[in-house]
Every structure is written in C-alpha cells, then in structure tokens.
C-alpha cells in the first residue's frame, strides 16, 4: 500500500489518501508433466481441479 504525501492531499482538500494492490496465485511454483495442467492440490486427494485463478484487488481509501 501507499499513502500519498499530505502536502499533496491537502491540495485536493482531503485529509487522506491511501492505494493498495493485492495479488493471490500470481505464479505457478510447481508443475508436474504427469498432473497434465490439474492442481496437485486436489490431485493427490483424489479430486481433479483447475488451478485457482490469478486474483489482483486495487483499492483506493479516500479520507475527507
């Protein structure tokens, strides 16, 4: 996250600023050519799944 300066905000008549980015599953780590794309997770309970999918969250906090 960042926080923008407050000599900056303060020129925008606010008393804060805030950004953040999150990301989940950015990277596969570990590929095994015998899974054939299935997530090890699932794979090794018996279970056959799709890796979870990539998730980016932005946010922005505004304080007035």
Known sequence: SYMLPNNLVSKLGL????L????????????????????????STGGVALPQPRLITFSLNIGL
């Open 15 to 18: 008393s804060t600023v805030s």
């Open 20 to 43: 953040a980015v999150e990301g989940q599953n950015m990277a596969l780590l570990f590929s095994d050519d015998k899974l054939r794309g299935q997530d090890p997770e699932f794979f």
